[in-house]
T-cell receptor
């Protein structure tokens, strides 16, 4: 069974500053993928960034980057130059291989508040 | 390109009533999923369908049934609604086939269901 844990129910950041959201996971699969999804007040789920477990290099998408520590099973999201539009709930998710058929296991979510 | 659509967006039911949530995707995806989102618990998988004609249970299937009507449509039915089924329901789809976990999921806008 897979588990994903987000230990920070809420985080806040000042506009233009940097914030890091934490995520730890557990899986017995060797082939897996990790995702961060953003859910703004509109409720729409939006993919922010994706990391393949076999890749050493940390994924980056513009102001969003991850710190993937495979041995520690840690997958944190760093948001640089935070903007008001980054305010949302953020979910970490794990997609494992085997017979997963693309199923994802989600963490509990972290609410991010951005202060002007 | 509509992506994933869900109907209705909001619904109020009385205990014991039944209803079907509809979901359709126009991306020719093989796999479709139904999740529920509850405060502090992230998204939990109810049922999924790896391909047309197949369905399987997820983490929280009790009280629900599903139908994969064709490749585009995947419906979720509550036969006898209970207050514990008050939640936000999301449908999602992905290209995933078999043991692949790296495809992102595309989500519908969600249905807020209240059972009184």
């Amino acid at each position: 069974a897979q588990t994903v844990t987000q230990s920070q129910p809420e985080m806040s950041v000042q506009e233009a500053e940097t914030v890091t959201l934490s995520c730890t996971y557990d899986t017995s699969e060797s082939d897996y993928y990790l995702f961060w999804y953003k859910q703004p007040p509109s409720r729409q789920m939006i993919l922010v960034i994706r990391q393949e477990a076999y890749k050493q290099q940390n994924a980056t998408e513009n102001r969003f980057s991850v710190n993937f520590q495979k041995a520690a099973k840690s997958f944190s999201l760093k948001i640089s130059d935070s903007q008001l539009g980054d305010a949302a709930m953020y979910f970490c998710a794990l997609g494992a291989g085997g017979t997963s058929y693309g199923k994802l296991t989600f963490g509990q979510g972290t609410i991010l508040t951005v202060h002007p | 390109n509509a992506g994933v659509t869900q109907t209705p967006k909001f619904q109020v039911l009385k205990t014991g009533q039944s209803m079907t949530l509809q979901c359709a995707q126009d991306m020719n995806h093989n796999s479709m999923y139904w999740y529920r989102q509850d405060p502090g618990m992230g998204l939990r998988l109810i049922y999924y369908s790896a391909s047309e004609g197949t369905t399987d249970k997820g983490e929280v299937p009790n009280g629900y049934n599903v139908s994969r009507l064709n490749k585009r449509e995947f419906s979720l039915r509550l036969e006898s609604a209970a207050p514990s089924q008050t939640s936000v329901y999301f449908c999602a789809s992905s290209e995933a086939q078999g043991g692949t976990g790296h495809y992102e999921q595309y989500f519908g806008p969600g249905t807020r269901l209240t059972v009184t």
